[in-house]
């Protein structure tokens, strides 16, 4: 039965995964923000995401001494602003300044909500969990701020013009996406399966 | 500062989520699937992966009962099948039957690998958090079985072949997208903001 099915082992083989920026503002006062693919919503009453971080970046700290931080959502078209996130630490860099980011304090918390992303949400933290390379920490969202020019004419967030980034870890070459085509409305296009057999 | 922003309130804005189906062997003993959202990489080492359940989901409890379960994810083709799992109760349907779906008891886990989706990972309940309106499970991934089909020339999985779902909760029209374009390179294209102020 296994037949044509290959165990590439102990894997995330989760896809795809979103880009979020955490931001914090650090022991050293600056705002600050960390690429995580880690993340992911969890909870719809109280509304919360989780967002897994390893013990040694300088984002855990913070997330531990203020409790508070914003989950942003990066477009597309900054992927390379995403990237650099990972790639160096607050403690050494003002990533912010690098990248040409504003850092506004939070109305709800004690965190940077970033002009430039088209979405931040502003959470308190309410749950972790260690888990082992990553402790797992839950976000209560207090607010979730969107740039008017990413809203419809319905006043709805419109995912084609905020075109978040897709990401594929464990694949051949660890990349970035847009989000492409539609494949169905939800809550929909099932309900042609429903009543047979 | 907060110009051009609106604060849409305590919503879950994080896009896009993957969408996965959870496997199960219920309480009638018939392999199950429920379509989750609410779902993400949590940890590295161990391989961890968490999915968020309603209490009153048939699934939830059959989690809780065998502390196993898998978790597939679709290809983007397979839409409809996904919305589907997501309409209906596997108390009442034979999902896998009206879905036409093959399921083969996992090699690690007593949960159900299924013959048609592109990836699925067998998974051991490793912790959880009540969280509210869902239980957040974090489950270590024990084997995760790829399609051969789904592979590059250099055995790693192509997303390109695979085309998983991009879900997009919380915006205009509840929709599921394909993976587009590529956006970059992960830990490539920010290189060229280091050494920026």
Same sequence: chains 1, 2.
Avoid at 123 to 148: N, Q, R, Y
Wanted: proline share 5%; glycine share 10%.
């Amino acid at each position: 039965m296994f037949e044509g099915k290959k165990n590439m082992g102990a894997k995330t083989f989760l896809f795809p995964t979103p880009i979020v920026l955490c931001g914090t503002y650090g022991k050293n006062g600056r705002a600050n923000l960390a690429a995580l693919a880690w993340a992911g919503i969890c909870c719809s009453e109280p509304p919360a995401v989780q967002i897994s971080v390893r013990p040694s970046r300088y984002t855990h700290e913070a997330i531990l001494d203020k409790r508070e931080f914003t989950v942003c959502v990066p477009s597309s078209s900054q992927s390379k602003i995403a990237d650099f996130c990972g790639l160096v630490s607050g403690r050494d860099v003002d990533k912010l300044a690098s990248a040409g980011l504003t850092a506004m304090k939070g109305q709800f918390t004690d965190a940077p909500v970033v002009a430039e992303f088209p979405v931040c949400m502003e959470c308190k933290l309410i749950g972790s969990l260690k888990l082992g390379s990553h402790d797992l920490f839950v976000g209560e969202v207090a607010a979730a701020w969107i740039d008017g020019k990413y809203l419809d004419e319905k006043g709805n967030a419109d995912l084609r013009k905020l075109s978040p980034i897709a990401y594929a870890p464990m694949t051949g070459g660890a990349e970035y996406f847009t989000v492409g085509e539609s494949a169905g409305k939800s809550f929909s296009i099932g309900r042609e399966l429903m009543g047979k057999k």
